[in-house]
């Protein structure tokens, strides 16, 4: 692995305005990621991952601890971090091709700081529409997508603006079966080739094992780094490596203390 990238470092965060004594979401996260790392997150239903992962993507603030992006705070958001949702946030204007390019505006050329001219928006909004497999619908609006089609633009449009990290929220939580096995295997090519940091929010087990180099399990509120996993199966994985008798060990191993997990809160 790199250099770190992601330095998050005692992360406390409690929601004040909700109820009295308010909802503690974090409760000390320590966490590195390195560069060009894939770390996927799992954990019980409101254990904190989507505010850890806000928080990363400087949406949501915090009460205590720091969250460093090559060494400085982050106190924001900004174009070195891409946020794809669940709920494949797409403007209903915009044909597929304008949704990818709706990004690139805020592009600037290294080391100059040009912007982009419409060809060269064009030509790397080409590259990610071929990389989603979306040739042809170039110009069709998400009202006459399917929900997976919906999710590929989301995930080019991710990686279209070229950022150093890609910050993924379940974003295949809302796919059927077979088209989060397809995308899941898209994901995985384009990090074999892009190697994009990724930090990719699930509740599938399985699909954490598959796509990571690292699975972080999160313990039930308040949100606690419970266990890091480091997953040693070489790449280029694609479901075939489910087979694999070690992935299978991986997924006993991680099962075993998710279910510990589940035990403990139902006592
Ligand atoms: N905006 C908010 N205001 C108040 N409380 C919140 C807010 N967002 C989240 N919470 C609370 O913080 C806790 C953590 O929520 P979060 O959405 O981070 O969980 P999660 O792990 O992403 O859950 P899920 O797997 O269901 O998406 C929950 O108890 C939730 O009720
Ligand atoms: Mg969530």
Same mark, same amino acid.
């Given at each position: 692995m790199g250099k770190t990238l992601i330095t998050i470092n005692d992360v406390h965060k409690i929601?004040? !305005?909700? =109820?009295?004594?308010?909802?503690?979401?974090? !409760?000390?996260i320590d966490l590195t990621i390195a560069e060009n790392e894939f770390v996927c997150v799992i954990g019980p239903s409101g254990c904190g991952k989507t505010t850890l992962l806000n928080i990363i993507a400087g949406l949501e603030p915090y009460d205590s601890g720091e969250v460093l992006m090559d060494g400085r705070p982050i106190l924001g958001p900004g174009v070195d971090r891409g946020v794809i949702f669940?709920?494949? %946030?797409?403007? *209903?204007? #915009? &044909?597929v091709r304008r949704n990818i390019e709706y990004? #690139?505006?805020?592009l600037r050329k290294e080391p100059d700081g040009i912007r982009y001219t419409g060809a060269e928006k064009r030509a790397l909004a080409d590259h990610y529409i071929h990389m989603v497999n979306l040739? =042809?619908?170039?110009?069709?609006? *998400?009202? %006459?997508?399917s929900g997976g089609m919906k999710q590929r633009v989301a995930i080019a449009r991710g990686y279209a603006v070229n950022p150093q990290v890609l910050l993924m929220d379940?974003?295949?939580? %809302?796919?059927?079966a077979q088209t989060r096995a397809q995308l899941q295997e898209e994901l995985l090519l384009t990090w074999e080739s892009e190697q994009k940091t990724c930090f990719f929010i699930t509740h599938d087990v399985e699909e954490a094992i598959l796509l990571a180099n690292r699975v972080v399990i999160m313990s039930a $509120? *308040?949100? $606690?780094?419970k266990d890091i996993v480091n997953i040693d199966l070489p790449y280029p $994985?694609?479901?075939? &490596?489910?087979?694999?008798p070690a992935f299978i060990d991986y997924r006993n191993r991680i099962w075993d203390t998710v279910y510990k997990m589940f035990l403990e809160v139902r006592k």
């Open positions: 929601y004040h !305005d909700a =109820g009295n004594a308010g909802i503690r979401a974090l !409760d000390g669940q709920q494949y %946030a797409l403007f *209903p204007w #915009m &044909t990004g #690139m505006k805020f040739q =042809g619908f170039e110009d069709v609006y *998400p009202k %006459a997508l379940e974003p295949f939580g %809302a796919l059927d $509120r *308040p949100g $606690r780094v $994985r694609s479901q075939a &490596t489910k087979l694999d």
